[in-house]
């Protein structure tokens, strides 16, 4: 198990950049897959992106090009670079872990932190 903590959400413009992180307790850090999930009111809860115990990344279409996902297994954090926001980004955004391979249900994941809110406006 790892406890996830959240940190980075805010308020940006439309066309703005942010930059989330994700601290991890636990000393098995590097063994599990890392995943951003976001969710806006009244919908599901989706998959943004995900980075292996490898480096390897994934990203959800709609954000391809735009956001980047990184680990840095000696400081236990994973973060999200956001660029090139959009209102449709808006959403409380969400780190969580699992052991293995990255997957985009959030079913899949054991561990979650409390989120943080992300807000972009036009």
């Known amino acids: 198990q790892v406890q996830l903590v959240e940190s980075g959400g805010g308020l940006v413009q439309a066309g703005g950049s942010l930059s989330l992180s994700c601290a991890a307790s636990?000393?098995?850090?590097?063994?599990?897959?890392m995943g951003w999930f976001r969710q806006a009111p009244g919908k599901e809860r989706d998959f943004v992106a995900g980075?292996?115990?490898?480096?390897?990344?994934y990203y959800a279409d709609s954000v391809k090009g735009r956001f980047t996902i990184s680990r840095d297994n000696a400081k236990n954090t994973v973060a999200l670079q956001m660029n090139s926001l959009k209102p449709e980004d808006t959403a409380v955004y969400y780190c969580?872990?699992?052991?293995?391979?990255?997957?985009?249900?959030?079913?899949?994941?054991?561990?979650w932190g409390q989120g943080t809110q992300v807000t972009v406006s036009s």
């Open positions: 636990g000393r098995t850090f590097r063994n599990y897959a």
């Open positions: 969580a872990a699992r052991a293995d391979l990255v997957r985009t249900l959030p079913s899949e994941y054991n561990d």
């Open positions: 980075i292996s115990r490898y480096g390897s990344t």
